[in-house]
């Protein structure tokens, strides 16, 4: 299976909620990146975690890190519809992704 | 700068036909990936190229799937003998080096019907 597993499946929220999904992992790693998918196109990049990092902030994201659980959050605050999306965490050491968190941000 | 393209967005084809799929990484990445998704699944990693180095090839479902890739550009995905399980999207990303893993850039994908 692969090395990055998301939880959960899928979220569903209501406009100004905040959002928190989970991303479990097996083996060390370097970094850890999570991805935004909106309509079954490409991913969109959203931010990486170093190894050395516990936590990364970008604008209404927050990323924690635990590698002592291999596990990360993918926090979104303040969500808007507009967030509706799948999302997938990925890590470097592996080439596959996950199924994904598919969240429904209703306005 | 223009990001990773990829062509046709669409394809329709017959069963047993055979497709080719095209991918223009970020112009100076070394790491080339193709993913396939189908609809409303996650994605599923089928080849990895790495500069000069073997492909890593562990993902391709078939000996139907193949893909080149000319020095540090343009990759060319095939599918021969088209089934109607093929049907999916194709995505291709790029990155600036292979390993560890960096930031990938996706491209918009290549939406392939086998009727």
């Known amino acids: 299976s692969q090395q990055g597993e998301e939880d959960p499946q899928a979220l569903s929220i209501q406009e100004g909620e905040n959002a928190t999904m989970n991303c479990s992992y097996k083996t060390s790693i370097n970094n850890l990146q999570w991805y935004r998918q909106n309509s079954g196109r490409g991913l969109v990049h959203l931010i990486l975690?170093?190894?050395?990092?516990r936590e990364k902030h970008s604008g209404r994201l927050r990323v924690t890190l635990d590698t002592s659980k291999k596990s990360s959050s993918l926090l979104i605050t303040a969500s808007r519809a507009a967030d509706t999306a799948s999302y997938f965490c990925?890590?470097?050491?592996?080439?596959?992704f996950g199924a994904g968190t598919r969240l429904t941000v209703k306005p | 700068g223009a990001g990773v393209s990829q062509s046709p967005s669409n394809k329709v084809t017959e069963k047993g036909k055979d497709v080719e799929l095209r991918c223009d990484p970020i112009?100076?990445?070394?790491?080339l990936y193709w993913y396939r998704q189908r609809l409303g699944q996650g994605l599923e990693f089928l080849i990895y190229f790495q500069g000069n180095s073997a492909p890593d090839k562990s993902g391709l479902p078939s000996d139907r799937f193949s893909a080149e890739r000319t020095g540090e550009s343009v990759s060319t995905l095939t599918i021969q003998r088209t089934q109607q399980e093929d049907s999916a999207v194709y995505l291709c990303?790029?990155?600036?080096?292979?390993?560890?893993?960096?930031?990938?850039?996706f491209g918009p994908g290549t939406r392939l019907l086998v009727l």
């Open positions: 975690i170093r190894s050395n990092e």
């Open positions: 112009s100076g990445h070394t790491a």
């Open positions: 990303a790029s990155s600036l080096g292979g390993a560890p893993r960096e930031t990938q850039y």
């Open positions: 990925a890590t470097d050491n592996d080439m596959r």
